[in-house]
């Protein structure tokens, strides 16, 4: 009997766990990071070092597809201590699959050690895997910092609402648009429906955070 309720036990336990593997959405959670492919004139005004050459040239030029890009256009206007400090204010999140290294160290607060930590447990599957992995080296709030700057890219045919709804700028409205078509054969299919709804530039931001498995 003992044996039979630590087996019904045990499978609870991962029936729990699969569940809430699959009901964390796949974009971190956010606290005040802006997204500069997302941020007002006004919101971007108001950061470190900017003015409005700076500003009219970052909405002129997004969306960002990467950390990079966006780094690559800055340079020549802030040093490399000005951009750290920049960044922990407004970023582009990464994708956890296919970031560089040298992106990876653009997150704030990261060094070589936790740079090889995020590359050490690819593929991410779902951000419980990030938080679990990630876990065993910092604290939970350490874990909730890192968030801001990260994603995990969901699957289009399987991702849940409130996977889909992480997807910055994406509402109820889109949130629809994406579950009205599945299954996508492939990303043309997804490209070709969604691409009814927004133009090209907001299409390959959103398509940063999407995948077919």
């Known amino acids: 009997m003992k044996k039979f309720v630590q087996t019904k036990i045990a499978g609870i336990l991962a029936c729990i766990l699969i569940f809430s593997m699959h009901t964390h959405a796949q974009v971190g959670k956010n ?3 802006l997204n500069p492919n997302r941020a007002s004139e006004k ?7 900017m003015n409005q050459e700076i500003v009219d040239g970052i909405i002129d030029k997004r969306p960002f597809l990467s950390i990079s890009a966006l780094n690559s256009y800055l340079s020549p206007y802030f040093s490399e201590a000005q951009r750290k400090e920049f960044y922990v204010t407004c970023f582009v999140p990464i ?3 296919t970031a560089t290294r040298e992106e990876i160290l653009l997150v704030p607060g990261m060094g070589n050690r936790m740079a090889h930590e995020f590359e050490e447990y690819r593929p991410y599957v779902k951000l419980a895997q990030f938080r679990r992995e990630i876990g065993k080296y910092v604290d939970d709030d350490e874990v909730a910092r890192f968030e801001q700057f990260i994603f ?3 699957d ?4 849940s609402k409130e996977d889909i709804l992480s997807i910055p700028g994406v509402g109820e409205r889109m949130l629809h648009e994406f579950e ?4 996508y054969k492939n990303m043309d299919h997804w490209r070709r429906e969604i691409g009814k709804y927004v133009d090209d530039d907001e299409l390959n931001r959103l ?5 077919l498995d």
């Open 207 to 211: 398509e940063r955070y999407v995948k």
């Open 31 to 33: 606290n005040g990071v």
């Open 180 to 183: 009205e078509y599945r299954p």
């Open 43 to 49: 919101e971007l005004l108001a950061l470190p070092h």
């Open 156 to 159: 289009l045919n399987t991702a």
């Open 95 to 97: 994708n956890l699959n």
């Open 152 to 154: 995990v890219p969901i």
